[in-house]
């Protein structure tokens, strides 16, 4: 999704030597630390995924970057300025989709619109919620309430609703998840078309390691618990990419050599539950 | 369109079978001889009762009174029940502090505060007030509590991400949301409302259904006694579909649940 490869790259989103600590709720004593001394760059337009064993804090690093927690020691930096708590400049995608029920398919993605923070005049809204509706395929199903559609579908508006008030990156936390395997793969396709047409910054954490691949420019494996970098991986596969490139044989080494690395992480946070 | 004036005459085809039935039933009770026919007037003499009273007697006037102490009670009762309802269902520590409390006056029927409330307020409107005021205050406040604590907390991550500030979460996100639940504590205080009312009329009341039915039991008039039964189950039923036709408008977003 990136440009090209400039000499001075367009830092996007940076985290520098992030670290976030919980106290402990559970049986266990003292402090969970989810993250430790995190630091990655992610230049503008980059599509980058985070994956890595359950509960390694893959999750916890997109929501240290989306504001919904503040790191205890470290950065993160949008633009250069420090993030402080959500806001529209860091739309959210979330695997429950999180469209509001109460809203048609045309007025949850024109709900930003209508803020304060947004707000365009009425005329104009409808223009620019109909150009989402058509780059996420939603078109004939403005009227429809959210019970009416199916789990990719609602994925859909939640995109088309996190894109119209244009923020600065997309934040998607498994966003694919609940669907099944078809819907999944045609929402990654959609996904690519609509990135491919509208160009964001993307961070993307998923299980799927083919789909980290698939999407991504660059994949970065986390560790088991506490979420440190295990390695840092390039997708050197040119846009726009097709289905057919899941059986590339470059790919499948590329998705072997990650999954591998995933699995040893894996065995790790087993081997530790033992302590 | 077409389909829901289809649905809307079969469920009237229904209604009035099942009733037909009722009625039936109630005929052959009556023909039978099995109750003697002094305590057991059928259903046409208690229609003409009804008509009589009705063109010529207080009965409309009755069933007035009764609505608006209803009315009256059930309005103060969910207004003040709505916003605090939303604060301790909103905010966990003073919700669960006060849950146990709330509950334990849900649970009194209002109806034992009666003999109280008339020793406090005596036997006029303002006792009556109050007793439904409390009957429909502490039925709907826990219906708001319940519904407000059970709104997903996502939604309103997700419109900090669009950019809304707090107000606008509120507005825009937060009460829309707890609408159906409004709607919920509305029917909900109708009904125990409804009931308190006519045990409360038939204590102490000179006007309304339930002082219609103790003056007829007084004078041991059995078809006007029938009479008041089936007007105020007849009342309530009608109250209850006014709002859930309300409810079925304004929560037509709403999933329904399968198993």
């Avoid at chain 1, 923070?117 to 939603?138: H, Q, T, Y």
């Avoid at chain 2, 009957?135 to 907390?153: H, R």
């Avoid at chain 2, 039964?229 to 977003?253: E, H, K, P, Q």
């Amino acid at each position: 999704m990136k440009v090209q490869h400039d000499s001075v790259k367009e830092v996007k989103i940076e985290l520098i030597n992030t670290s976030k600590m919980y106290e402990s709720t559970a049986g266990s004593r003292g402090i969970i630390e989810a993250v430790k001394d995190f630091s990655l760059k992610i230049e503008n337009n980059e599509f980058v995924s985070l994956i890595g064993p359950s509960g390694c804090g893959k999750s916890t690093v997109l929501n240290l970057v989306a504001g919904f927690l503040e790191p205890t020691e470290g950065q993160i930096l949008l633009d250069g300025k420090p993030v402080k708590g959500p806001g529209k400049d860091r739309g959210v995608i979330f695997q429950q989709y999180a469209i509001f029920p109460f809203l048609t398919v045309q007025e949850n993605i024109e709900f930003g619109l209508k803020l304060a923070a947004n707000r365009i005049p009425k005329s104009e809204r409808k223009k620019v919620a109909s150009d989402f509706i058509r780059l996420m395929g939603l078109e004939g199903f403005e009227e429809a309430y959210p019970k009416e559609l199916s789990g990719g579908m609602r994925q859909r508006v939640a995109i088309a609703r996190a894109y119209a008030v244009e923020p600065e990156v997309f934040l998607m936390d498994e966003p694919f998840g609940a669907l099944d395997a078809q819907t999944r793969s045609n929402m990654q396709l959609q996904l690519l078309e609509a990135l491919q047409e509208k160009r964001k910054t993307v961070l993307f954490v998923t299980h799927s390691v083919e789909e980290a691949a698939f999407l991504s420019d660059r994949v970065v494996v986390i560790t088991s618990r506490p979420a440190r970098i295990r390695d840092l991986v390039e997708t050197p596969f040119p846009y726009p990419r097709e289905e057919k490139l899941k059986t590339n044989k470059d790919f499948l080494e590329l998705r072997e050599t990650l999954k591998q690395e995933v699995m040893q992480e894996y065995a790790m946070q087993v081997q530790g539950r033992g302590k | 369109m077409k389909e829901k004036i289809v649905k809307l005459f079969i469920g009237l085809m229904n209604a009035i079978s099942a009733f037909g039935v009722l009625f039936g039933v109630w005929y052959i009770v009556y023909l039978s001889g099995v109750i003697k026919p002094a305590l057991f007037p059928p259903p046409h003499i208690v229609l003409q009762q009804a008509v009589f009273l009705f063109t010529e007697g207080r009965l409309l006037f009755d069933m007035l009174s009764s609505i608006q102490r209803v009315a009256i009670g059930v309005f103060l009762g969910v207004t003040v029940a709505v916003p605090v309802g939303f604060i301790l269902g909103w905010n966990e520590r003073l919700g669960s502090f006060f849950q146990p409390l709330i509950n334990f006056f849900r649970a009194l029927p209002p109806i034992a505060l009666i003999p109280l409330v008339i020793v406090y307020f005596g036997i006029g409107e303002v006792a009556k007030t109050v007793v439904l005021f409390y009957a429909a205050f502490f039925s709907s406040v826990v219906v708001m509590y319940e519904g407000i604590s059970g709104i997903d907390p996502l939604f309103v991550r997700a419109a900090k991400t669009l950019g809304a500030s707090s107000a606008e979460i509120f507005t825009k996100v937060v009460f829309p949301l707890s609408v159906p639940h409004i709607l919920t504590a509305l029917r909900v205080s109708l009904g125990v409302s409804w009931a308190t009312l006519v045990a409360a009329e038939l204590v102490a009341a000179q006007t309304g259904l339930g002082a219609v039915i103790q003056d007829a039991s007084n004078y041991f008039q059995i078809p006007i006694i029938y009479m008041g039964i089936a007007l105020i189950g007849f009342l309530a039923l009608v109250m209850d579909l006014i709002i859930r036709w309300l409810s079925s408008y304004f929560t037509r977003w709403q999933e329904e649940f399968t198993a």
